[in-house]
């Protein structure tokens, strides 16, 4: 094998190896997208808190978002409204949520 195609090779390992680690990671821009009815009790940004029901979202640790949205999702959790929200949530959507949120600025970061 040539040196050329070494690199080739490696390269294109590489570009898999980034698209694999999003998907796993998550996509903020589409979490951003997908964000819009989480709005009304989390803010645009995920920093409005109505009350103790409604937390401030935003800086949250991606793992723990996406926990407690696995956790709404799959009934271990039960709250009426994030439940029925989050049900239709694929693993992809959560995370995309979670590295949106997570990205924010909030009290606990980033």
Same mark, same amino acid.
């Given at each position: ?28 821009? /589409? ?7 989480? $709005? *009304? ?9 109505? @009350?103790? !029901? ?15 949205? /696995? ?7 039960? $709250? *009426? ?9 694929? @693993?992809? !959507? ?17």
């Amino acid at each position: 094998m040539s040196p050329y195609q070494i690199l080739k090779l490696a390269c294109a390992a590489a570009l898999l190896l980034g698209f694999s680690l999003q998907a796993v990671a998550g996509n903020p821009a /589409r979490g951003q997208e997908i964000s819009v009815t989480c $709005h *009304a009790c989390h803010g645009e940004d995920g920093n409005l808190a109505l @009350d103790e !029901d409604y937390p401030i979202i935003a800086g949250q640790h991606f793992t723990y978002l996406v926990h407690a949205l /696995r956790a709404y999702r799959d009934g271990e959790r039960d $709250h *009426a409204i994030m439940s029925s929200f989050a049900r239709d949530l694929s @693993d992809q !959507d959560i995370r995309d949520l979670a590295a949106w949120y997570s990205r924010q600025r909030g009290p606990l970061g980033p």
